[in-house]
């Protein structure tokens, strides 16, 4: 049984750094794709980053390219999501999710990830 147990979350200012934690059990995850999704309230879900780190291949969202910084460390089968300069904008619910099909790129759908974890809360102050 595969599970992703996430981390990190938290109440910050504008401007703090946090990071995340997803911890994957069950199975690996090197060459699949492995990220981070968000909701805001009353928004639908959206993609944020992730990566194929057997590739060193990663993929972000506009809004925060140069912001955030995605990781995986491969005997620990787990995914980091350093996130800088924090904006109210990034208040959200965030989601570690991964990708049972080996694709040869990095999908930003949802529906596409088969395995996800509970939720880590993160809400920046202005």
Known sequence: QVQLVESGGGLVQAG????????????????????WFRQAPGKEREFVAAIRWRFASTYYTDSVKGRFTISGVNAKNTVYLQMNSLKPDDTAVYYCAADKDLKGYISTVSADYDYWGQGTQVTVSS
């Open 16 to 35: 703090a750094s946090l990071r995340l934690s997803c911890a994957a059990s069950g199975r690996t995850f090197s060459s699949h794709a492995m990220g």
